[in-house]
């Protein structure tokens, strides 16, 4: 895919055979199609960029920077607890926003079943790049810092100032499902803590990534 390009965030502290797993399921996904890793050790692979700061803040703030060098009309995020099917990458809609809402989690602390979590996340997102610059410099603009909450939302999301996060966000559903574990090194206190909320849709077996307690030892 010439048309996209990934931006694959991590600071590292996943178990390296999670991360050796990850890499290889993530390649398979995207084939040939332009990345850039951002992370706090050195990678092998595709434009590494360094960075030394932990935080959600620090997402938008890396997000806007690999922006910024990609060159492709559109953008599609990774995170490096998370696993992608082919299709997911190879959604296109119109300009704008657009979340994958066949998002299914995994807790680290109960491998007995995934739960769906229909809901955006900063890793389930494929965006068009000239206005995912502009919406986050805005964010910038008015908080250098982005330290209030609301302004690390997920692009798209907020939408109650005018020329903040419009357009509204746009849900796709991959025909296959991506997985994204909930764990204890997560910039979220609530996945650390064990407090994340489990929805209520679950399954031990889902396509693609097979059974949950079988998945759950790639990453424990």
């Known amino acids: 895919m010439k048309d996209i390009t990934i931006i694959m965030m991590t600071p590292n502290r996943v178990p390296k055979k999670w991360a050796e797993f990850h890499k290889e399921k993530l390649m398979e996904a995207i084939g040939d199609t332009p990345i850039i890793t951002i992370s706090k050790e050195p990678l092998d692979w595709g434009i590494n960029l360094l960075q030394t700061e932990y935080g959600f803040p620090n997402i938008i703030k890396q997000m806007l920077r690999a922006a910024k060098i990609a060159t492709t009309k559109w953008i ?19 300009d704008g926003f657009h979340y ?102 679950k399954a031990y077996d889902i396509p693609l990534w097979g059974r949950s307690e079988d998945l759950a030892k790639k990453f424990n």
């Open 100 to 201: 994958n809402l066949n998002r299914w989690q995994l807790a680290t602390w109960i491998p007995q079943y995934y739960f769906h979590r229909p809901v955006p996340g900063n890793g389930c997102m494929i965006a068009t790049r000239e206005l995912l610059i502009e919406k986050i410099e805005a964010r910038l603009t008015i908080n250098p810092a982005l330290d209030k909450k609301y302004q690390c939302k997920e692009l798209g999301t907020w939408n109650r100032w005018t020329g903040f996060d419009e357009p509204r966000y746009r849900p796709f559903y991959s025909g296959e499902p991506l997985v994204s574990f909930v764990h204890d090194y997560s910039a979220d206190p609530a996945s650390r803590h064990h407090n994340k909320t489990i929805y209520p849709v």
């Open 76 to 94: 599609g995020t990774a995170d490096d607890d998370t696993l992608y099917p082919k299709g997911h990458y190879a959604y296109r809609g119109e």
